[in-house]
């Protein structure tokens, strides 16, 4: 289906207090981003030494976000001064999108990551590695770069970041779903189905979950809207939805800062963590130690059966794992792919006592 838009989209003027609210969000943006993004690679380059599939995801996931950081600043003096798309433009453009899309696609790695070493733990040998994840974060940025380039090959606009109208209106479907659509669909599933199994919530999952929600959804909920806007043909709407979209771009924007949530639970997964923040967490581990010296309770002994053990220091076993191991389920020997596993994850402090006895 390919629309004719009458409206003048050359001509179109955003409101300047749009245009001023743009230019200091992505300032602000810039400011945190990259001081953000810069503590994460000092931290999982120099302070963390073993190589997991979170430290692979999570290190390109880092430099996804420094490199839409890096954009960011031209990008608000190109909007600012209304600049034609030139050569500086169109890198600029393609810079940001490759990223972006990458680093959405890495926040769904990560969740695809959890649901097979929590929901198949013993198939996890099969499917997880470091190797396998460096291999398959090679690909995606293979693949988003070249169809990338090829897209932007076929762009025609005359101002930077500005909407394609010769491109078919159905183009915008097809970008909002598998941009927006298919990420959110993982996500939703891995998350609920690691919840469902743990009982409980994992930070790192729940947190690409909300943030992934809170930054991505109102903006391609204004680019659908946009979309009916130019199958209608309302003109007048056009200047107001305009301007939502670039409002709520600095809000997917600000992903790149609030991944730093997603940086520090994945960071606690290292046994490095505690050095990195001895201060704050000597606390905690006076609030541990008082809790451990409680007597165990026999829900707590019931927990720590068969496999569903080898989780997180902050999460308790599975309920259900008895269950799914027959009511006079015993204590499983670590196999090879346990002990990977256990590298990954970790143990509770219940179970890790219980498998070294």
Same mark, same amino acid.
């Given at each position: ?15 300047h ?18 001081l953000?993004?810069?503590l ?8 963390i ?6 430290? *692979?995801y999570?290190i390109? %996931?880092? $430099?996804?976000?420094?490199? &839409? +950081?890096?954009? =960011?600043?031209s ?5 600012w ?100 659509? *298919?990420?959110l669909a993982? %996500?939703? $599933?891995?998350?609920?189905? &690691? +919840?469902?199994? =743990? ?44 301007a939502s ?22 960071a ?19 609030m ?33 794992s ?5 009511a ?7 196999s090879?792919?346990?002990n990977?596993f ?5 143990e ?10």
């Amino acid at each position: 289906m390919n629309v004719s838009n009458n409206c003048n989209v050359t001509n179109l003027e955003l409101y300047h207090h749009v245009r001023l609210i743009e230019f200091v969000l992505y300032n602000i943006i810039f400011f945190f981003g990259a001081l953000f993004n810069v503590l994460a690679l000092w931290v999982f380059f120099y302070k963390i030494k073993n190589w997991t599939e979170t430290r *692979v995801y999570v290190i390109n %996931l880092v $430099f996804a976000d420094f490199f &839409v +950081i890096c954009t =960011l600043p031209s990008m608000a003096y190109l909007l600012w001064n209304k600049s034609t798309r030139d050569e500086l433009c169109q890198f600029i453009e393609a810079m940001y999108f490759i990223n972006m899309v990458v680093s959405i696609y890495i926040i769904s790695f990560i969740s695809i990551d959890r649901y097979i070493a929590i929901k198949h733990p013993l198939k996890a040998r099969t499917f997880r590695s470091p190797l396998k994840a460096a291999l398959l974060c090679g690909l995606l940025w293979v693949f988003v770069i070249i169809t990338t380039i090829l897209q932007f090959w076929q762009r025609h606009a005359a101002l930077c970041f500005q909407k394609d109208t010769t491109a078919p209106a159905t183009l915008s479907l097809f970008s909002i779903f598998f941009v927006f659509t *298919v990420p959110l669909a993982i %996500l939703s $599933f891995c998350s609920t189905e &690691v +919840i469902r199994n =743990l009982k409980r919530p994992i930070h790192i999952v729940s947190v690409n979950l909300c943030v992934f929600i809170v930054c991505f959804s109102p903006l391609h909920i204004t680019l659908l809207l946009r979309f009916a806007v130019d199958v209608a043909g309302a003109c007048p709407l056009l200047s107001a939805v305009r301007a939502s979209i670039q409002i709520c771009a600095c809000l997917a924007n600000s992903n790149c800062c609030l991944d730093a949530f997603c940086y520090y639970f994945a960071a606690k997964e290292f046994q490095e963590f505690p050095s990195l923040f001895p201060t704050c967490l000597s606390m905690r581990s006076k609030m541990n130690q008082s809790q451990e010296s409680q007597p165990p309770t026999d829900q707590v002994g019931s927990n720590c059966q068969g496999v569903s053990c080898l989780m997180r220091s902050d999460h308790i076993c599975p309920k259900n794992s008895s269950e799914q191991h027959g009511a006079d389920a015993t204590l499983i020997p670590p196999s090879p792919s346990m002990n990977s596993f256990q590298r990954s994850f970790g143990e509770s402090g219940v179970c890790k006592a219980l498998l070294q006895r």
